[in-house]
């Protein structure tokens, strides 16, 4: 059975970029959101196995929206994706309960072993 991964991403290039490495690796892309609020709607609905989670995003950032997935479940697995020089944020995400980060431009083996380790498939 893969696992199933919502993708989060305001940028449509990196949700496609994402997707590809993931399905192609057998990883099941259950829905995909380009803000906070939508995610979380679709988290409640979907139940992922993970979520990449972009950290930079309009109308509810990926901290914010990290605080609200935790809240809905505890045990949520969620990886946060970033681009250089946002080492505070990143800190802030895993303090809130974030598995993982991946910077951007990231290497496929990097966002690989990211999920890997955080849905303990090592």
Not at 6 to 18: G, K, N, T
Not at 58 to 81: F, H, N, R, Y
Request: glycine residues 6%; without cysteine; charged residues 25%.
């Amino acid at each position: 059975m893969s696992k199933k991964i919502l993708v989060v991403d305001d940028a449509a290039f990196m949700r496609m970029m994402i997707k590809n490495v993931l399905g192609q690796n057998g990883y099941e892309i259950v829905g995909e959101a380009s803000n906070g609020q939508e995610a979380v709607a679709l988290y409640q609905k979907l139940k992922p196995d993970l979520v990449t989670l972009d950290i930079t995003m309009p109308e509810m950032d990926g901290i914010q929206t990290l605080k609200e997935i935790i809240k809905v479940d505890p045990s949520a697995k969620v990886i946060m994706v970033t681009a250089m020089g946002q080492q505070q944020l990143v800190i802030e995400a895993i303090q809130q309960g974030a598995r993982d980060f991946v910077v951007k431009p990231f290497q496929p083996d990097r966002l690989l072993e990211a999920v890997k380790k955080a849905l303990g498939d090592e």
